[in-house]
């Protein structure tokens, strides 16, 4: 990256021990390509008024490590939902080579739907590097941006029993299986003691349209409730595993912290919010890495060209 402002230093590649965990040299290559994903995000977020915060393991990593977690592999931000809309327009547009943005839109744009796995068909997106490795198995067809990357999560509206009732939320959870898990909604639909949120017949025509246009109805009806609770939720958890929301309070101000030396967003409440999500987040734990092939040197494509070639060099997870 020619940019000073987003210069890393040679020393950050340098092995270290942090918190008796060893970093080796691979995952700190991984760890520089991922932050200069978010420091082209962030600057063009700061350029256009988007706001965004640092978030899950990747924000408990600024507040207890000054940068990331030791023993973690992927970095996370988040946006509210309309931050988010405005955020996938732009980013389409300005994101430099060799940087894009990947969400459901573009990879059925590349693939049909049976090509993609589960894995990769969810409603968030990632901001990928196309010159690296990052493949998550099952891997995807090669058309499909399969590089390092950095998630960007959405903090829609959460179940408050109040703006978002008990209805409003089945509603989403009908809406949200009418594009992912289609069969399970269909043998609801059949069964007359199935009482859906969404009206019967509209849901047998929703299921009749392509997966992008169902999606977009998800999404659409996910923006039109902005405002109606009192609390932020990552929608596809409170839908799948009923994961609950919380409070908006936490988020309302954003102040900075240090993330590896580049001052980045976090929320105020960030203690709050770190505590209601992961406890006492003072005691660390180690968790198991995610099953991905990691390579920050080689671009996806020369692996699924040439495999044997990089053998040597490939693993699951940072580490050799």
Not at 65 to 88: C, K
Not at 123 to 134: D, G, L, S, V
């Amino acid at each position: 990256m020619d940019n000073p402002t987003y210069r890393i230093e040679d020393d950050f590649y340098k092995p270290e021990t942090r918190w008796d965990f060893y970093v080796s040299e691979k995952r700190k290559k991984v760890w520089a390509k991922e932050l200069e994903i978010l420091l082209v995000f962030d600057s063009i977020c700061k350029k256009h008024g988007l706001r965004y915060r640092l978030d899950g393991g990747t924000l408990l990593g600024a507040v207890r490590h000054g940068g990331f977690v030791p023993w973690d592999d992927d970095l996370d931000v988040d946006m509210t939902r309309a931050e988010y809309e405005r955020a996938r327009a732009i980013m389409k547009e300005e994101l430099p080579y060799p940087y894009e943005w990947q969400d459901l839109y573009t990879n059925l744009s590349l693939c049909t739907p049976e090509q993609i796995t589960s894995t990769h068909m969810l409603p968030f997106a990632k901001i990928r590097n196309r010159e690296t490795t990052a493949i998550e198995p099952p891997a995807m067809p090669v058309e499909i941006n399969q590089g390092i990357w950095m998630d960007i999560f959405i903090f829609d509206e959460g179940y408050d029993g109040q703006g978002i009732t008990p209805e409003v939320l089945q509603m989403e959870k009908e809406l949200y299986v009418a594009t992912f898990g289609v069969q399970r909604l269909k043998d609801k639909l059949v069964s007359p003691d199935y009482a859906s949120a969404v009206p019967k017949e509209d849901l047998k025509t929703i299921l009749q349209l392509p997966v992008i246009e169902r999606f977009k109805i998800y999404e659409e009806t996910l923006l039109s409730l902005a405002g109606q609770s009192t609390k932020y939720a990552y929608q596809y958890l409170e839908v799948l595993k009923d994961t609950p929301g919380f409070s908006k309070t936490y988020h309302d101000e954003i102040i900075e912290m240090p993330f590896e030396g580049f001052p980045m967003p976090v929320p105020a409440g960030y203690h709050e919010f770190l505590t209601e999500w992961f406890g006492d987040y003072s005691v660390p734990y180690v968790r198991s890495e995610h099953k991905v092939i990691f390579n920050p040197d080689v671009p996806y494509t020369d692996y699924f060209e040439h495999p044997d070639r990089y053998i040597d060099n490939l693993s699951l997870g940072c580490d050799d």
